[in-house]
């Protein structure tokens, strides 16, 4: 599992997400593509889980899921 603070701008995505802007999760999941592109990490099938802390900040949780991805 990969574990990372969210930056200001993915956090304020975030946010909104949860407010009930729910059209935000596609430019929350290419935030992330780009964070793990910029970490030269290859992405293929992967769940993406978000924590969130109580000052409003969030991290982000990525599992591989290539195990469940279409054969």
Same mark, same amino acid.
């Not at 997400?17 to 999760?25: D, F, K, N, S, V």
């Not at 409003?56 to 469940?68: E, H, R």
């Given at each position: 599992?990969?574990?990372?603070?969210?930056?200001?701008?993915?956090?304020q995505?975030?946010? !909104?997400?949860?407010?009930?802007?729910?059209?935000?999760?596609?430019?929350?999941?290419q935030?992330? $593509?780009?964070e793990?592109? !910029? !970490?030269?990490?290859?992405?293929?099938?992967?769940?993406?889980?978000?924590?969130?802390? $109580? $000052?409003g900040?969030?991290?982000v949780?990525?599992?591989?899921?290539?195990?469940?991805?279409?054969?």
């Amino acid at each position: 599992m990969l574990r990372w603070p969210a930056d200001e701008a993915l956090n304020q995505l975030i946010r !909104r997400y949860y407010a009930g802007e729910a059209a935000l999760w596609e430019a929350i999941r290419q935030h992330i $593509d780009e964070e793990l592109r !910029r !970490r030269q990490i290859l992405h293929g099938a992967y769940h993406i889980r978000l924590r969130g802390h $109580d $000052d409003g900040t969030y991290d982000v949780l990525i599992d591989d899921a290539s195990a469940y991805a279409n054969e």
